[in-house]
């Protein structure tokens, strides 16, 4: 048996990703900065700590959705060989997933709203691991189609049971 090394994947999502989580990102922190300075302003006593507290928090929230899709692109990673599908993830806990493709029952692709915008897709390979999923995220959408067929045909040709 060929000895195997655990190395950084290959790839990285498609840099329209970078807009797309973006915009996600600005989807729930500008609500979410809305709603304290109006609480501020509706509900609080008007002192300058305050004020300047709740500023503070709007703007970090703000600034987080700006800076976060960024630091997620350079750490999200993922390849995919003959042998398994891997996939890297997380900024201060970096999680490896591999999955052998004997192992891979379902390959599923999916397109949001929002990625269609961007023309994006996801790719989730399902083994029967207790983990959950493998999710490789924001791939160019034909990309993700043709990635879906090669999984197909490659554990179509492999031996095992896939449990």
């Given at each position: 048996m060929a000895e195997v090394t655990l190395r950084p994947p290959r790839n990285l999502a498609d840099p329209r990703?970078?807009?797309?989580?973006?915009?996600?990102?600005?989807?729930?922190?500008?609500?979410?900065?809305?709603?304290?300075?109006?609480?501020?302003?509706?509900?609080?006593?008007?002192?300058?700590?305050?004020?300047?507290?709740?500023?503070?928090?709007?703007?970090a929230c703000l600034l987080l959705a700006a800076l976060a899709p960024r630091a997620c692109y350079r750490v999200q990673r993922w390849e995919i060989t003959d042998e398994a599908v891997y996939v890297r993830s997380g900024w201060l806990t970096h999680t490896w997933r591999v999955a052998p493709m004997s192992r891979i029952q379902?390959?599923?692709?999916?397109?949001?709203?929002?990625?269609?915008?961007?023309?994006?897709?996801?790719?989730t390979v399902t083994t029967a691991s207790s983990a959950g999923a493998i999710k490789i995220e924001a791939l160019d959408h034909?990309?993700?189609?043709?990635?879906?067929?090669?999984?197909?045909?490659?554990?179509?040709?492999?031996?095992?049971?896939?449990?």
């Amino acid at each position: 048996m060929a000895e195997v090394t655990l190395r950084p994947p290959r790839n990285l999502a498609d840099p329209r990703a970078i807009a797309w989580w973006t915009v996600q990102s600005f989807l729930l922190a500008v609500p979410l900065a809305a709603a304290a300075v109006a609480g501020y302003w509706f509900f609080a006593p008007h002192s300058p700590a305050l004020g300047s507290a709740v500023a503070a928090l709007a703007a970090a929230c703000l600034l987080l959705a700006a800076l976060a899709p960024r630091a997620c692109y350079r750490v999200q990673r993922w390849e995919i060989t003959d042998e398994a599908v891997y996939v890297r993830s997380g900024w201060l806990t970096h999680t490896w997933r591999v999955a052998p493709m004997s192992r891979i029952q379902t390959v599923d692709t999916a397109r949001g709203p929002l990625q269609r915008l961007f023309g994006l897709a996801d790719v989730t390979v399902t083994t029967a691991s207790s983990a959950g999923a493998i999710k490789i995220e924001a791939l160019d959408h034909e990309l993700a189609a043709e990635l879906a067929a090669r999984l197909t045909a490659i554990t179509q040709a492999t031996p095992g049971d896939a449990t």
